[in-house]
């Protein structure tokens, strides 16, 4: 029989376990009288167990930023002093600014107001990014599909001051096997994907608005993820669902959008890009599918998915090791292989090319291939090492019925 301890314990943990904390920032200026209420509020319950307060380095680092023939100046230290200094008699220091609670976290944080905020976190990009450039970047309205390489994505855009708007989908939530690819910790397992990133997107950009469409992408929604408001600037396709990435293509082709989609090839990387913005008469995948309808590729088992999607990528490009790999699913293995660093490698890649697009900068219309395998293992190029991957997909290719 169970003791009161354990009785207690288990009614604790199944209700804790339960429980709801939102993935959304709330935002406070302590000059007004409500939003000091609110703090107050929030630290005497409890609920905001941490305070994170830097707002000082944060001024120091605004200053030198608008003042840079200042920064090496050796009365800098004093310059700065005698600005800091008249800030605080305007009011003071906690009352400056803005602050960030975030629920999930138990954590509020000092900030800069959102056009100072961005100012100093993109100032590291100048000018491998231009102002111009980042500001087309910041205020383009993103969407993704699919949170595995989808994440990685997402982060890489955010990371380098792009997406302030970005919608999200995917119906998926973290598993333990998820782990060994999605920049997420055993803390969020059985989070929805598209939770778990928003929290990541707000903590690297608290003022971000991140759409959330937790259901995924379906006949009756992806309209909606397109349309909005506000309409869409670009879309990444990271889905499995092979018919709803034909959707994607639809909508996107009525939207004259441009669709980049990546995919994981062992190490390596396979980084598709269709630009329906320039010519909405391409065909769908470029063509590699063949003639095929949403019904057609709605009706694929999961094998049947992973053929598809094979023949997407091509065989000849697909690595000795996934080759193996897609032959021993169902025998040997659950799924298809992924591994955390390609889906990085991904997420770089496809960041590139969205901020590429959206600044009108020239970049693939088609395939590129970025192989880890090729630029850093001795004798890639051999032609030993050569004809070996060549027998390899024609063997599989046979086996593998394309």
């Known amino acids: 029989?169970?003791?009161?301890?354990?009785?207690?314990?288990?009614?604790?943990?199944?209700?804790?376990?339960?429980?709801v904390v939102e993935s959304k920032p709330l935002m406070f200026d302590l000059s007004k009288t409500k939003d000091k209420n609110a703090v107050s509020k929030l630290l005497s319950s409890g609920k905001a167990q941490r305070v994170i307060d830097d707002y000082q380095e944060q001024l120091h680092e605004l200053f030198a930023v608008k003042n840079p023939s200042l920064v090496y100046a050796p009365n800098f230290a004093d310059i700065f002093a005698k600005y800091f200094s008249n800030l605080e008699k305007q009011k003071p220091l906690w009352r400056h600014g803005r602050w960030a609670y975030f629920p999930w976290l138990g954590t509020i944080t000092h900030i800069l107001e959102d056009v100072d905020f961005q100012r100093v976190r993109t100032a590291r990009n100048r000018n491998l990014i231009t102002k111009e450039e980042q500001e087309r970047f910041y205020n383009a309205v993103i969407g993704i599909g699919g949170l595995s390489v989808g994440n990685s994505v997402a982060l890489a855009i955010v990371l380098q001051g792009g997406g302030r708007h970005i919608r999200l989908a995917d119906f998926d939530r973290l598993a333990l096997s998820n782990t060994n690819r999605v920049n997420a910790g055993v803390q969020n397992l059985g989070l929805s994907k598209v939770e778990i990133t928003a929290r990541q997107i707000y903590t690297l950009n608290p003022y971000a608005k991140v759409e959330?469409?937790?259901?995924?992408?379906?006949?009756?929604?992806?309209?909606?993820?397109?349309?909005?408001?506000?309409?869409?600037?670009?879309?990444?396709?990271?889905?499995?669902?092979?018919?709803?990435?034909?959707?994607?293509?639809?909508?996107?082709?009525?939207?004259?959008?441009?669709?980049?989609?990546?995919?994981d090839n062992g190490d390596n990387a396979v980084v598709d890009i269709e630009r329906y913005d320039k010519n909405p008469k391409q065909k769908f995948f470029h063509g590699r599918l063949g003639a095929v309808s949403y019904k057609q590729?709605?009706?694929?088992?999961?094998?049947?998915?992973?053929?598809?999607?094979?023949?997407?990528?091509?065989?000849?490009?697909?690595?000795?090791?996934?080759?193996?790999?897609?032959l021993e699913m169902g025998k040997t293995i659950v799924s298809w292989p992924q591994l955390g660093g390609a889906a990085l490698l991904n997420g770089s890649a496809v960041a590139y090319c969205v901020r590429k697009i959206l600044?009108?900068?020239?970049?693939?219309?088609?395939?590129?291939?970025?192989?880890?395998?090729?630029?850093l293992i001795p004798g890639y190029h051999s032609l030993v090492s050569h004809r070996k991957r060549e027998k390899s997909v024609k063997e599989f290719k046979k086996i593998f019925g394309l």
């Open 297 to 326: 590729l709605a009706s694929l088992d999961k094998f049947g998915i992973g053929k598809t999607i094979t023949k997407h990528i091509g065989p000849e490009n697909i690595t000795i090791r996934m080759q193996e790999s897609l």
């Open 1 to 19: 029989m169970k003791n009161a301890i354990d009785r207690t314990l288990e009614k604790t943990i199944s209700r804790k376990s339960k429980m």
């Open 212 to 263: 959330l469409f937790r259901e995924g992408l379906s006949v009756k929604n992806i309209k909606k993820f397109f349309s909005g408001p506000p309409k869409l600037d670009i879309v990444v396709d990271e889905l499995d669902n092979i018919a709803i990435k034909f959707l994607i293509r639809q909508e996107a082709k009525r939207h004259r959008l441009a669709v980049v989609m990546a995919a």
């Open 359 to 375: 600044n009108g900068q020239p970049v693939e219309n088609n395939r590129a291939l970025i192989s880890l395998d090729e630029k």
